[in-house]
């Protein structure tokens, strides 16, 4: 079975600053996605950032980017610029690789507060 | 193309009745994701559904649930003789038959026991 773990239950940045939410994980598979996915206040889930296990550059959407370190299981995103609509609850979550559909298991969750 | 939808967004039961949640996935999607998130948590997983046959059902309590992807028309995510436990936000995804898609969510359907 995966875990994943979030470690910060909150975390707070100044509008305009950089963020680093933290993400570990715990899995025997070699093949598999990690997934950034965003819930503001309004409860919609909306995907962020995704990395496939065997690509070893990082993935990067915009302001949002992340440090996949595999030998660690550590998936940490960053967010740069931050924006006072990246107010949200971010979720990390973990899926195995199948031939079809495969289920999510998400980390308990990042409340980050942007600051004007 | 329309995303991912859920209804009733806010669902109110009383104690022992039964609670139906609906989901129609995206376009051209046919597979079906059921998660639930009790207040302050992350959202788990309960069942995994294509067209008329259920995938994985690993997270499912055992008694008074069921789901449920017909053919034709919505899944269904039934709970019977509903207790106040069962108050969480239900989300459902879909995601394409092809391999290792990213899974889309829809708004969720707030379910709250009197």
């Known amino acids: 079975a995966q875990t994943v773990t979030q470690s910060q239950p909150e975390m707070s940045v100044q509008e305009a600053e950089t963020v680093t939410l933290s993400c570990t994980y715990d899995t025997s598979e070699n093949n598999y996605y990690l997934f950034w996915y965003k819930q503001p206040p309004s409860r919609q889930m909306i995907l962020v950032i995704r990395q496939e296990a065997y690509k070893q550059q990082n993935a990067t959407e915009n302001r949002f980017s992340v440090n996949f370190q595999k030998a660690a299981k550590s998936f940490s995103l960053k967010i740069s610029d931050s924006q006072l609509g990246d107010t949200a609850m971010y979720f990390c979550?973990?899926?195995?690789?199948?031939?079809?559909?495969?289920?999510?298991?998400f980390g308990e969750g990042t409340q980050l507060t942007v600051n004007p | 193309n329309a995303g991912v939808m859920q209804n009733p967004r806010h669902l109110v039961r009383r104690r022992g009745q039964e609670a139906r949640l609906r989901c129609s996935p995206m376009k051209g999607h046919s597979h079906v994701y059921w998660y639930r998130q009790l207040p302050e948590e992350g959202l788990k997983f309960m069942v995994y559904?294509?067209?008329?046959?259920?995938?994985?059902e690993s997270g499912m309590p055992k008694e008074r649930f069921s789901a449920e992807f017909p053919k034709e028309g919505p899944s269904i995510l039934r709970i019977q003789q509903v207790v106040r436990g069962d108050s969480a936000a239900y989300f459902c995804?879909?995601?394409?038959?092809?391999?290792?898609?990213?899974?889309?969510f829809g708004d969720g359907t707030r379910l709250s026991i009197l």
């Open positions: 995804a879909s995601s394409l038959s092809i391999s290792n898609q990213p899974q889309h």
């Open positions: 559904l294509q067209k008329e046959n259920i995938i994985d």
């Open positions: 979550a973990f899926m195995k690789q199948e031939t079809s559909g495969s289920r999510l298991t």
